[in-house]
């Protein structure tokens, strides 16, 4: 099936926002198996909306609008809509009492403006939105001279509602109209592979992938996301086959898999800490503070979390981490001693299990031919002593930051792994966490 | 005049890029005086490009295309405009020498494909591509059909080409177009204030903005642009209007203003510390590394700031910077007067002329009737002694993070700016950087 999209937002042709929705829904569609034809982007005005609805409708199954369906004078897409199609705008009883119970819940009655978000062309379903007042549209058949129709959607252009509306009931009532009874999808994490080197271990996967199963690789600053969506005339059928394919990823990635879902390598990282009760230090210098900043940014970081410091010089390598000025001297601030007298030595000053450390050129400037701009160390140290690791990453400083803290956040994990398969490391329970946030 | 955007991709259909170009082209346009009235979003596919071109042709003055002009097969915008138009494609053998001349300088023949770059449609103009290698295509007036068209531009998709060729070739001509022989712009960049209290503080603006002059408000997280657009009849009318408009706007909004152009907050403060021979370290609880992180972005950091240290439990507050554990217990761990104390503390433990410090209650969760989810403390330290600000501001963690980076440097630059008015205080010669990036 094909669909064309219309967002609707004088805010979009303007520049003031940037059209996220498009690439969110294009990248859904796509894994459902349809066809985007095209993206229409018009502002709150009758006539382009309906001119956009023309177009689409003269050659798309699917016609997705977003945007215009609030309760102020700009938002015109429903009326648009219904004017276009010959469907006039009913007032539902059931969408005023549950917009009114929604008002009323936050101590505010029902404004006269809001009743209009109650209105719903004829032959059209409102679909609940789970995040905010104004219900999606939803529209299954053909309309008078456009054969072709199989289903018109309306939803609010805030990212969020869009987001919560299509994944509840817009994509599943589509996978349904491309004559399947059943989509599950699920995101496989993974880390410090990148996508040819994840193709490569995945091997051939004609055999597995077609009609009934879709794989996309989402890549992110070091970490590749995978889509994996299965279809199939049930649930259960459609459950069967992606677990199956799952297992079989999950057995050529090993380690590589990370998690599941919508976590981060931080969180995930985080709540590896949690449970076998372990706290981290962190000692940055060429990430400047950007690891803590990751670490930090997941809600309860202080459970496992006990702080850091940012050393740029390297007085304050020697004074807050005891960093030799022998490895300083003969090795050099970015060096594998350095890096692993820093996690060594920031363990010890936090009084931590683990010690992270970072050292490197970020660039632009400041390399050598023996240690090109993009040559980072990372450090680690536990009780049974340090480990590290070299990275060749790019000329980019801001890009180096970015990578080391996903390849950072990783040596933690890798490590922690390494410490399960030791005889007498058992996941301990979680201490509670401290009481600041 | 109005404007159709046309953005060809197939990765803008599947979701892979967000149309970031779409924004950008949408902000400029607006600021000198177009109406876009839509944005076009296809594949690379000649008949969805023609559909597209046609529907632009049928009410705009000026059609803008973007991707697609590239060395590969599914580069196919300009083929298919050319078509569309009846302009057919001649190579022309200068832009073929230039392109040649580009290779050669990075040590490479020209490649056969790469030929194509220089096929210009008959009548259109060449656009120098000041960062790539595929010219930008400029056509000045109507084609049959089509009395209305005044101009239709051709750029890359990659956005920084894109970006180059507009500004340099394309907004002047299409100034030129409207009847304006001038164009100038400046960005003045404000911190501390939203939108409304600068508009508040410039007053009704009126008698300045129409025709000549215009005025964008551009917020981020805490800073706003204020981009002035000046058009004349030539350079010297249009820089005498934005001039006196601009000292207009920096006498009534005074220190709110922190810099011009591009640059960013921490290279401004980076800049003034490294002016005045000052240098800088931080402690941070709820920011979490996020202040170092920002500063350590600007390449060159390590001129004026020595390092820091994340502060997450209060043992560290206590062993690292010496806060007193009477205040932690009287005061709480966000108070003004562990703030204050963890700015002197840090400015000692890295012997700089300048700490910073952070302390609140990020969120989501942790807020107490007296000190709610949001509630900041930002501490400043120097030779004259500590000052402290306090900040409410949001329940979302992130955010109120971001938020906390801008008002933390900006608390820098006011501390600073009070320092430059004392008497004895001169800006000194800068310091040699560290060797280190």
Same sequence: chains 1, 2.
Avoid at 25 to 47: K, M, S
Avoid at 79 to 86: D, I, K, S, T
Avoid at 283 to 291: H, I, L, N, P
Wanted: charged letters at 25%; a negative charge; proline letters at 5%.
């Amino acid at each position: 099936m094909t669909a064309t999209l219309l967002t609707v937002g004088d805010e979009l042709l303007i520049g003031q926002v940037i059209n996220t929705n498009a690439a969110w829904l294009g990248e859904r569609l796509t894994a459902i198996g349809l066809h985007v034809n095209r993206v229409i982007t018009v502002g709150d005005e009758d006539a382009e909306i309906h001119a956009g609805l023309q177009r689409g409708l003269a050659d798309s199954e699917v016609l997705i609008c977003t945007g215009g369906l609030g309760p102020t004078h700009d938002d015109v897409t429903k009326r648009a809509v219904a004017q276009a199609l010959g469907r006039p705008l009913a007032r539902r009883a059931e969408l005023v009492d549950h917009l009114a119970e929604r008002y009323r819940q936050r101590g505010r009655e029902l404004p006269e403006a809001a009743y209009v978000m109650a209105d719903v062309p004829r032959g059209f379903e409102a679909l609940e939105n789970p995040v905010g007042a104004a219900p999606g549209l939803w529209f299954r058949g053909a309309v008078p001279g456009v054969p072709g129709l199989r289903a018109i959607v309306i939803v609010p252009g805030v990212p969020f509602e869009m987001r919560a509306i299509m994944e509840a009931s817009v994509l599943p009532r589509l996978v349904e109209l491309q004559g399947e009874s059943a989509i599950v999808q699920k995101t496989i994490l993974t880390v410090g592979h990148g996508e040819s080197d994840l193709a490569a271990r995945l091997g051939d996967l004609d055999e597995w992938l077609g009609d009934g199963l879709r794989l996309a690789f989402l890549p992110n600053y070091g970490t590749v996301r995978l889509r994996i969506t299965a279809l199939g005339d049930d649930r259960s059928e459609a459950g069967s086959r992606l677990a199956t394919f799952e297992n079989f990823v999950r057995d050529r990635l090993g380690d590589a898999v990370f998690g599941e879902g919508d976590r981060s390598l931080e969180e995930v990282v985080g709540e590896m800490l949690r449970q076998r009760g372990l706290r981290l230090a962190t000692a940055e210098s060429c990430t400047g503070g950007r690891v803590a900043d990751a670490i930090t940014n997941v809600a309860g970081a202080s459970g496992y979390y006990s702080g850091g410091v940012v050393v740029y010089g390297n007085p304050s390598k020697i004074d807050l981490l005891g960093v030799s000025r022998g490895a300083l001297q003969e090795e050099g601030a970015v060096s594998e001693a350095v890096a692993r007298q820093m996690a060594a030595g920031v363990r010890e000053a936090l009084k931590t299990d683990i010690g992270l450390s970072t050292t490197g050129i970020a660039g632009p400037s400041g390399g050598t031919p023996d240690k090109p701009v993009g040559t980072i160390w990372l450090g680690y140290a536990d009780e049974g002593g340090t480990h590290a690791v070299r990275l060749h990453l790019t000329p980019d400083r801001t890009l180096n930051k970015r990578l080391s803290v996903t390849a950072a956040l990783n040596l933690i994990r890798r490590q922690i792994l390494r410490r399960d398969r030791q005889p007498g490391n058992h996941v301990r329970a979680p201490l509670a966490p401290e009481n600041e946030s």
